[in-house]
């Protein structure tokens, strides 16, 4: 069974930084993608960064290039993306997400996600 379990949300004033984690258990994939997405209130969810396992691509949206930063580690099992220089616009619940095969629900660029994590809050303010 897989389970994506994220960490790092927190509340900020904005041009702050944060850092999210998001521990994977029972997955098993070692080339395929992973990433992290965000909900605002009354927005749908949107993808923020994708990182292809295998090969170590990675893909942002545009609101986010240049502050955000998406890496793995594989000896962890541990997802993480770094935001800096933080803005209101980002407050939302942060999820990650994973390649599933049969599963995916999610697409974007390339990839398919079908295992989700719970989600954490980032809220920033002005």
């Known amino acids: 069974q897989v389970q994506l379990v994220e960490s790092g949300g927190g509340s900020v004033q904005a041009g702050g930084s944060l850092r999210l984690s998001c521990t994977a258990s029972?997955?098993?994939?070692?080339?395929?993608?992973m990433g992290w997405f965000r909900q605002a209130p009354g927005k749908e969810r949107e993808a923020v960064a994708v990182?292809?396992?295998?090969?170590?691509?990675?893909y942002y949206a545009d609101s986010v290039k240049g502050r955000f930063t998406i890496s793995q580690d594989n000896a962890k099992n541990t997802l993480y993306l770094q935001m800096n220089r933080l803005k209101p616009e980002d407050t939302a619940i942060y999820y990650c997400?994973?390649?599933?095969?049969?599963?995916?629900?999610?697409?974007?660029w390339g990839c398919g996600f079908g295992y989700w994590g719970q989600g954490t809050q980032v809220t920033v303010s002005s």
């Open positions: 997400a994973a390649y599933s095969g049969r599963y995916d629900t999610y697409y974007v």
């Open positions: 029972g997955y098993t994939y070692s080339n395929a993608c």
């Open positions: 990182i292809y396992i295998g090969g170590g691509s990675t």
